[in-house]
């Protein structure tokens, strides 16, 4: 079994910050590519930035410039550091993780629960 356990959302004034975290633990042999996904009211969830074990990122364009992506593969643990926020980044921001188990085993999605950001004034 493999939890994954979100930290550090809330509100913020557009323009602030925030830095969100999340913890893989369990049952874990490797983990291979990490990422943040949000989900706003009424509209899909999409990929917000994505980081591989070896630490090649991927942004979505509304992002690019404000958002970083890092991890700390002896912590099982990723981040994202959110700069400018703005109110259309308000979401529920979910932490994805692609985990082996065991070394044969093919990577699975994992998912945690969710964190909401909310940007207003």
């Known amino acids: 079994q493999v939890q994954l356990v979100e930290s550090g959302g809330g509100l913020v004034q557009p323009g602030g910050s925030l830095r969100l975290s999340c913890a893989a633990s369990?049952?874990?042999?490797?983990?291979?590519?990490m990422g943040w996904y949000r989900q706003a009211p009424g509209k899909q969830r999409e990929l917000v930035a994505a980081?591989?074990?070896?630490?090649?990122?991927n942004y979505a364009d509304s992002v690019k410039g404000r958002f970083t992506i890092s991890r700390d593969n002896a912590k099982n643990t990723v981040y994202l550091q959110m700069n400018s926020l703005k109110p259309e980044d308000t979401a529920v921001y979910y932490c994805?993780?692609?985990?082996?188990?065991?070394?044969?085993?093919?990577?699975?999605?994992?998912w945690g629960q969710g964190t909401q950001v909310t940007v207003s004034s």
């Open positions: 994805n993780a692609a985990v082996r188990v065991w070394p044969g085993a093919p990577p699975r999605d994992y």
């Open positions: 369990g049952s874990i042999f490797s983990i291979n590519a």
């Open positions: 980081i591989t074990s070896g630490g090649s990122t």
